[in-house]
């Protein structure tokens, strides 16, 4: 008789060591590619990252940095701490970051404010030892200098030696140096404000001025006191940054600025050098995002022309920055365009186009170039709930080439020269594993074969393991939506609540075939069935399946959830009254939207960290969707919650971190005082000290637990068993 498994709590969820298996972050081949390097998180301590090294020759592993063991400690700065928020690692403690040298004979790390070179004979230097903390470390292209930036200012120094400041002095405060500006990291992925020549003979470096942008005094909400911080931050409809680049010698002199046009109100959304040093490339985008021009700068005088220019794929469509890109030696760009209303690889060489990619399957990353060999690796959408890793031919001849095992959903990564594979697969009945390939696909060895047998931390779990079915239901335009359901063990005769489980906003594909994590396994294992479904607006699906939420937000998304609902409802196995509904962040705002418009559809709402009114949040996210609210009231009016907020009549739980820096704290007290002040009941739970992200091995099991105390509270409960 097989020995059932054990019940999964919230409790085991949260703890260590982590049920996913060990997590690598920040995998990177040596120059040489001899080398592999990762952060591998401790099983006693899963949010606390060391540098790890594998000899791909001998096939051993060392570690190379002990954070725990050279780590002080130290409190981080506001600036850092802000930082690491954007980057999404505010909760990552050890190092979060490292960088090889070209010559492969070290990595520079960054740990507790400090800098630190780690050779691969195991010895360590301290580069820095102040009490200020360095932002945004890096090597130059070569190897030969050490950069960062520290009061504002970038500083430089040979490697092993004395750093000073190279940017200028006495200026006011509301202008950096050497540092990417608030809606560049949060929201073009862009964390860089300094890039190195190839040649390391010059700097491209970003200068911001901020006087312009409006103060937001935010009241950082902790346990025992409150800290106010006046943070620059440029709500949707307001003055954004002003961003100038300059390009300056390792000791600050020969200063050029560089010619970015007339139009001031422009985004700096990406810099690079060519390989050969002989121009910069910065792709400059319109402030409403429907156009990215690519300047080709001269960097010895700051003169700058019109390369090319990328429009969106449709009058009433945005563009999607991308990193996904790669500029070649004979002088042509590799570039990924949505421009025939999917995301593909195209090359522009002596002035004419020719796509590499084609098909109604988006491509979306581009994995690696071997110039050499004439071939480029990326990943594509596959079947719509996969990716696959592919290489195809950078003259456009011949049919990609199936890297990956489709049955998995794949990811990968190359060293720059494209001679070896690292991919990423997970399964829903495994999680992530990786493994080294050559770039043919052909496996060579595993890095992480995380094996869920024997000692594995979901192991004794793994006879419980419930894996997803998949279907599709139409939109109301006939748009297949995809989604995915977990159930219970059921009784013939009984029927069962629901977890609806949403994001719905831009960006994230929720329904895969990829690992689930064990979270939604421990909802299951409460008697829930959890249910998600991907709505229109969400990625992978192309251009027009994103464009209905164009200054549409809370529209096509929120109807697109009302049909799954409708078709949970019409499962024998359901128990149609008892269907609740949770998101956070844009799922939040979800919540709040779905029980505004369809009063009685949903059991009950949880809205977690929501935006309540879009005039509240930055100008690079909102107004690529929504345009500027001062053109477009109506249409803001429209998608904020606040208006239709008494509408609320089903029982709803708002959870809000009161730290909270990116949907900040004034959206839940703005519909906290609106229901109060219209006495409609509704919940809350409220996290002194915390930001966007309310989770950790203690914090996260109480609001898990207290979301389901809430949906017993209100009869959304599991049948009785037999």
Known sequence: MTEAAPT???ERVFASPSLDGPAPRQVKLSPDGRFLTLLRNRPEERERYDLWGYDIETREWRMLVDSAKLGSGRELSEDEKMQRERARVGSLKGIISYQWASDGAGVLVPLDGDLFLARLDGTVTRLTDTEANELNPGLSSKGGYV????????????????????????EAETIRWGEAEFVAQEEMHRLQGYWWSPDDRRIVVQRTEEASVGVVTRAAIGATGTKVFDQRYPAAGTDNAVVDLYVIDPDGGNKIKVDLGLNADIYVA?????????????????????????????????????WFTEKAARSDYWINLTDNYRFLKDGSLLWW????????????????????????????????????AGTFTYQAVKDVLTQQVYRARLDGTGEPELLTDPAFTNAASMDGKGRLLYVTRSAPGQPPQSYL?????????????????????????????????????????????????????????????VFFSHYGGP?????????????????????????????????????DFEQPIYRAMGGAEVRDQKAGAEFLKSLPFVDPAKIATYGWSYGGYMT???????????????????????????????????????????????????????????????????????????????????????????????????????????????????????????????????
């Open 8 to 10: 999964l709590t919230f």
């Open 147 to 170: 950069s960062f930036v520290r009061d504002r200012r970038l500083w430089v120094g040979p490697v092993g030696g004395e750093t000073q400041p190279v940017t200028p002095a006495g």
């Open 270 to 306: 990406r810099v690079d050098w060519a390989p050969d040093a002989s121009a910069i490339y910065v792709q400059r985008q319109d402030r409403a995002q429907t156009r990215i021009d690519v300047l080709k700068v001269d960097p010895a005088t700051g003169a700058s022309a019109i």
């Open 337 to 372: 365009s949505e421009r025939d209303g999917f995301g593909h690889f195209h090359r522009f060489a002596s002035g004419q186009w020719t796509q590499l990619t084609r098909g109604t399957s988006p491509t979306t990353t581009l994995v690696g170039l071997d110039e050499a």
């Open 437 to 497: 390939a050559t770039p043919d696909g052909k496996q060579v060895a595993w890095i992480e074969e995380n094996r869920v047998a024997g000692e594995h931390p979901y192991a004794p779990f793994l006879a419980g393991h419930v894996v997803p079915e998949y279907g599709t239901i139409a939109a109301e335009d006939g748009t297949p939506l995809h989604w995915m359901m977990l159930k219970p063990k059921m009784e013939p005769g009984k029927r069962y609540p």
């Open 507 to 543: 960006g994230p594909q929720m329904v895969t075939k990829g690992w689930g994590g064990a979270l939604a396994q421990a909802i299951v294992d409460r008697g829930y069935i959890y249910f998600v479904l991907d709505n229109r607006g969400s990625a992978n699906r192309g251009v």
């Open 592 to 722: 709040l939207k779905m029980l505004e418009a369809d009063p009685g559809l949903y059991a009950a709402g949880i809205a977690g960290a929501p935006v309540t009114r879009w005039e509240l949040y930055d100008t690079h996210y909102t107004e690529r969707y929504m345009g500027d609210p001062r053109e477009m009231k109506a249409a803001y009016d429209k998608a904020s919650v606040i208006p239709d907020a008494t509408k609320i009549a089903d029982p709803m739980l708002l959870i809000h971190g009161m730290a909270d820096d990116n949907v900040v704290f004034e959206n839940a007290s703005e519909l906290i005082s609106v229901l109060q002040e219209n006495n409609v009941p509704f919940e809350m739970m409220l996290y002194p000290g915390y930001t966007h992200r309310v989770s950790g091995p203690k914090i996260g099991p109480h609001v898990w637990n207290g979301i389901f105390r809430f949906l017993a509270a209100h009869g959304v409960t599991p049948p009785t068993k037999e």
